[in-house]
């Protein structure tokens, strides 16, 4: 599952909006202290379902809106859209007929967030499945925050197998079978 494209609007110091192109190989994102580096991955991890907010670095779901400067009033939602090359069939089987995958999330003040793959409604857990057979997603091992480094060292034996688990991709399936079990 290959990233394409992120674009932005709203959310958090992106009011205008912003689109991020990820092309082949590695893509640095450089700037001053409080630039919105973190931001853009926090943006990566919200549209891919993140449901904490205190792992996007707020006290509420609201907090991911911009919140307005001395000289720009704040917005009323947020807009994330993640572009996604499904060529490889990485995607789950249900995504086959589709090379191209957008997933996008809007969350609007106090009414909550909602999700559309290729401009369908969809449910989170959609959402969250497209990505747990892709060791993406928002808990994904591959996304390492700031200050997060340490805590991995020093994570007990299962915990650092929880996370190679998820690295090597099997961790969906995991999610899968809980998901069956429900059923
Ligand atoms: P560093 O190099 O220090 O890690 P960074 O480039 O990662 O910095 P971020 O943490 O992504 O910076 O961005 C922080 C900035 O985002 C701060 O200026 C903060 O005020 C702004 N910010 C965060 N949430 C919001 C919000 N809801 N509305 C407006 N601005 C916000
Ligand atoms: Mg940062």
Redesign the pocket.
């Known amino acids: 599952m290959r990233f394409d494209r992120l674009r932005l609007s709203g ?3 992106f ?1 205008e909006p912003t689109e991020l192109l990820i092309r082949d190989g590695l893509t640095g ?1 450089v ?12 943006a990566l991890r919200w549209v891919m379902g993140e449901s904490s907010p205190k792992s996007m ?2 006290g509420g779901m609201d ?7 001395a000289r720009r009033p ?2 009323d939602f ?1 807009d994330v859209t993640l572009t996604i090359d499904n060529r490889s069939r990485r995607a789950a089987a249900q995504f086959n007929a589709d090379d191209v995958l957008e997933v996008s999330r809007r969350i609007e003040r106090e009414m909550g967030s909602a999700y559309r793959i290729n401009g369908r409604e969809a449910r989170a857990k959609a959402v969250q499945l497209l990505f747990a057979d892709a060791a993406t997603g928002a808990h994904s091992p591959a996304l390492v925050s ?1 200050g997060r480094v340490a805590a991995i060292i020093a994570a007990k034996p299962v915990e650092r197998r929880a996370l190679l688990e998820e690295a090597a991709g099997i961790s969906g399936l995991h999610v899968r079978r809980r998901e069956a079990e429900i059923r």
């Open positions: 959310f958090k110091s009011v994102v700037g001053p202290n409080g630039c919105g580096k973190s931001n853009l991955l926090e670095r707020g907090d991911v809106i911009f919140a307005g400067t704040a917005r947020a700031q």
